[in-house]
Structures are given as structure tokens and as C-alpha cells.
């Protein structure tokens, strides 16, 4: 597994990460996605350790906490071997103060991620999403405390405009505070809106690139087929034009007959090649799909393809 730093951090991560979407997973969104317990997650954590994956990506709103609960689980006695990587400020409940990125919010939220993921300290917090109604240094000042209390090691973001990234940037700079050194995006060969702002400004403050959903929401040159789990949970996806999709799937089918790969592994292995990209994080509901995902490293596309 290669391994990469994260932004302009110190923090090395692998150029893989699984994403706990499935962990536990319960409602609309979270229970198409898949249902893994305690003991299946244990086994795509042991497959992903085997294989170098070591940094494993959640949050808070994943199931109502349930994907922290079942990855603490998973990693129970190798917390040392592992890095955590989970999110907040999306709605956990219907109260006032339970969204957000408040410092009352921040500091419960991650209390409370604490003791579902049974660890003491969290190595990456990203802000799962931009909060106007909380001052910026009131988000960032929160951060630093808990960084400065051993409960965090690294803070970022996910889904920020650049306009929110280097706004919060340039006051971290001015009062001391901790920087972002992630930006967790949504970026695929179907979806390339990335590259052109959050790509140069993530190249320009060292912010690396934590890659979300790299296989499209698992669209093919198809209409979803209507009783599929994909279909089921397309509106929560980004948006792909039709024309562009079929164009792209072509040019897929044609690299992957060329390299002997499957299009997903080639799909992924182009995000590993772009600039800022520390890591893609890819997800599987049991062995089979992992192992297909980890075969997308060891091995690079030409320049031409």
C-alpha cells in the first residue's frame, strides 16, 4: 500500500480507505447502502489491515451513531494499528444545539464519538458541512481546545465552498489556531466540478483530498434498475447528466479490457493519479467487493488511457 501525507500535515495515510457507511446500517440511506455487524465489520477490518488500509472513515449522522459504535467495535485491541477519521455537525436529533458546528455541539459531539468508537482521541474531526450561523472563530477556537486537550489530533472539513475553506484558513492563520488539512469531496470521473476551484486551493494551503463516493454512486451506462438499492437511494447522490455518464462508461469499458482490470479499479486508480488526492475511500458490504476495491492499487494507467 503506498502511503501519503495528508495536506501539508505530517500525518501519513494510505492511498485507500474504507469507508464505514455500512456499519450498522439503518434507515433509508444507511440500510441500502448495507448491514454489517459487529463480527462482518471485524473481517473487512482484518482484510483492510492485511492489505494496508489502516485509516477508516465515519460519522456521527452514519446510521445515528450506529457505524461509530460497530467500527469502535471492530477495532477493539488495535487502536494503536488503526487511524480514525469521523465527522459532525449534521443533525443528530431535533433539538436547537443538535446541529451545527457551535462550540457547545462541537464539544458534545465529539465527547459522544468518543465512547461509541471506545478510544480517547479521534485522529481526524472534519466538519461534515459548513455552519453560517456559528462565527468562524467560534468553531475554530472550540477545535483547538480539543486538540490542545489530546481528544483530536488533525481537524477538516467536508463539502465546503472554497469561499468557507479559505475564510476559516486565513483566521486559523490569525489567531493561532490548528489548520484544516483535509477536505473530504465528492469527485469522480462523472463528477469533475472539484478541479476547478477546491482542486488549486487544496494545492495552494495544503489541504489533501479525502475522495467520497469515486465510483459515482455506482452508476453504470444504464437506467438503475428500479427495485435495486441504487435506485433506491439515487436521490441522495450527485447529480449525473446521462450523455456524460455513457461517454465515460465507454472509454471505462475500453481501458479495463486493455488492463485486464474491472471498471471500478480503474475508475478509482485515475482519482490515485490526480494532484491533491491523499486518499479515496471505498466502501463494501462484505469480502467480495472489498478485495475487488483493493485491486485497484499496485499498478498505475499509462499516460494515455
Known sequence: MDYRRLGASGLKVPALSFGAGTFGGSGPLFGAWGNSDATEARRL????LEAGVNLFDTADVYSNGASEEVL???????????????????????????????????IKAVEDALKRLGTD??????????????????VLSTLDSLV??????????????????????????????PRYVAHQVYYSLVGRDYEWELMPLGLDQGLGALVWSPLGWGR????????????DTASFGPPVEDEQLYRVVDAL?????????????????????????????????????LRQNLGAVGWSLTSDQ
Request: hydrophobic share 35%; glycine share 10%; with cysteine.
Open 72 to 106: 469502535g467495535a471492530a477495532i477493539k485491541g488495535r487502536r494503536d494499528a488503526v487511524l480514525i477519521s469521523t465527522k459532525t455537525s449534521l443533525p443528530m436529533g431535533d433539538g436547537p444545539n443538535d446541529a451545527g458546528s457551535s462550540r457547545s455541539r462541537l
Open 121 to 138: 482521541y479521534i485522529d481526524l474531526l472534519q466538519l461534515h458541512a459548513f455552519d453560517a450561523a456559528t462565527p468562524i472563530e467560534e
Open 253 to 289: 469499458d475500453t481501458v479495463a479490457k486493455e488492463t485486464g482490470k474491472t471498471v471500478p479499479q480503474v475508475a478509482i486508480n485515475w482519482l490515485l493519479q490526480r494532484p491533491t488526492v491523499a486518499s479515496v475511500i471505498i466502501g463494501a458490504r462484505n469480502e467480495e467487493q
Open 148 to 177: 490542545r486537550a489530546g481528544k483530536l489530533r488533525y481537524v477538516g472539513v467536508s463539502n465546503f465552498s472554497g469561499w468557507q475553506v479559505m475564510k476559516s484558513l486565513g483566521l486559523a492563520d490569525k489567531h493561532g489556531y
Open 45 to 48: 477490518v482484518d482484510i483492510c
Open 220 to 231: 453504470r451506462g444504464e437506467p438503475l434498475p428500479e427495485k435495486s438499492r441504487l435506485h
